[in-house]
């Protein structure tokens, strides 16, 4: 069976942001880019699947040659093919998912991995948009995957506890933390990544709905007040958040 | 354009989530500014009070009902919900971004052809045409959207809208008998995280990071919680060690909560840790290095040690609170 894994190259959790000069877009200036988080999750997830069964894995990137990075991390984990659709314009979500799809079916992949949320811009349904356009079955913010046969049974995190959820083969899964622990690549992978070719493709042109009008930084906070180092200070404390603040 | 407003009602044994409520009510102020109107559509087994949502400001409810639908199944919830809108001729949905409402929202949005914009934290209106405000890069940065299709699809964070009193106006409620609803992808069973609030819906968080010394002496945070009537949630520091489960981590890959009181304590405010947080209400710190960053983003901090700041804490709310 063939599984495909969906990455998205996003800078560092740790990068400051700052806004580009359009006022619209992130400056990418002194800012490092990795491998999505969540994405590492699913990679494993594909590369413990392939170990369980059989088949070969192929790794899909949207975006610019930068992601090119992202696609050799994952190599290096394991994957054994990697494919990026280029494109160097802004893509909204509907869009990504639909090329994505397309590249899936070209690929005849029946299992897909994706993480639950690209930590860039937080929409958290990148999985869910693809799947609707394959038609496959879907299960969302996964942290316990296991398939027998043609039967997927997982765990999805939602408020206050888990979901037990069943589906079946073709199917899309969203990556949470806590479904696995990530490999790290070994010194043989990381090598025999630099030699494997990625094979760019040129996906449909997008056709965006979200038009982004202004991005902006949030108003920043005022520092508050440090009322003491000690015990001492708990009354005002309390007095404070009861009278000032009105939250307990 | 008609600018006719469905808003998804999200239930979870029988009874209506908050979120849903606030989406409610934020839709209704959104229809009139768009000349538009508000109905609501509610999915699963027995749901209490459905009636009530008037009060929000939705005139009516469908409700579709059916044994099978009592807990969430994508598949049939998602086709239900894109039936009733090519019948009726929806233009605009409304959902709460919970973790069923990220999950449907999307698949609504493909089976309607609308575009989409998660986790608004703010909606205006210009030229009748709705502007929504999303946070992006964990909250370090803020875009504001429009979207270009007739139709439209808008998830709205939990606990930012407010959904305010409710008048006491009741909604139509009719009920449909859904025949055989596509179960492809179907929940089974709900293990519950025993009688604990979560931190993704509490409106008052006591977290505890790697400042607490070691597992044991999260009693503490827990008793201050319980004070509180507060969730406990935690540094993905304490969560790597092993001390607390993932589903309390408060973080860019952890949870973004938005409560009105967040109180952080032996946590240092790493960039991280503070995307998660920082939209709360207030916010009060307890760390005993001083220039800890999360001073930084705290109303109120005492700069001093857990041990001692915490029990006192407990006592002098306990000592209001009676
Ligand atoms: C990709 C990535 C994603 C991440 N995602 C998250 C995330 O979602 N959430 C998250 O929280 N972190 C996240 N992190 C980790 C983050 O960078 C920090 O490492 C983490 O938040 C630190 O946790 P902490 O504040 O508990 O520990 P520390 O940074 O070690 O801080 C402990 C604090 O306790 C104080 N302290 C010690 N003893 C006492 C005492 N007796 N009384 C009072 N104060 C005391 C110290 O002064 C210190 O400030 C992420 C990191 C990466 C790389």
Redesign the pocket.
Known sequence: MKIAVCVSHVP???AKINIGSDGKTLDPNGVTF?VN?YDEFAVEEALKTKEKIGGETVAISLGTDANKETLRKVLAMGIDNAVLLKDNNYRDSISVAKALAEEIKAQNAELVFFGKQS?DFDNSVVGQLTAEFLGYNCISVVVSFSLEGNKITCEREIEGGKEIVETTLPALITAQKGLNEPRYASLKGIMAAKKKEIIEKQPTAANNSVEIISMKKPAPKQAGKILGTDATAVPELVRLLRQEAKVI | MANKILVFIEQRNGKIKKSSLEAIKAASDMAQKLSGSVEAISIGNEIENLENVGGFGAGKVIHFKNADLENYSPSAYADIIAKYSSENSIDIFFFAASSMGKDLAPRVAVKTDSGLAMDCISLNCEANNVVATRPIY?GKALIDVKLASPKKVFALRPNVFNSGAPTDKKAEVSTVNVGTPNLSVKVIDIKKSEGKIDVAEADIIV???????GPEHFKLVEDLAEVLGAASG???????AGWRPHSE???????TVSPSLYV??????????L??MRSSKYIVA????KD???FQVADYGIA??????VPAMIEEIKKIKS
Do not use: W
């Open positions: 560092d959790t740790a990795i988080p930590v | 964990a977290s505890g990071g790697r400042g607490m010394k935690a540094s993905r520091a304490v969560v790597d981590q408060v973080g860019q890959t952890g949870k952080a304590l032996g946590i240092s405010g790493a960039i991280q840790h995307a998660g307890i760390n005993k290095d800890a960053p999360i001093g040690d857990v041990f001692e700041v």
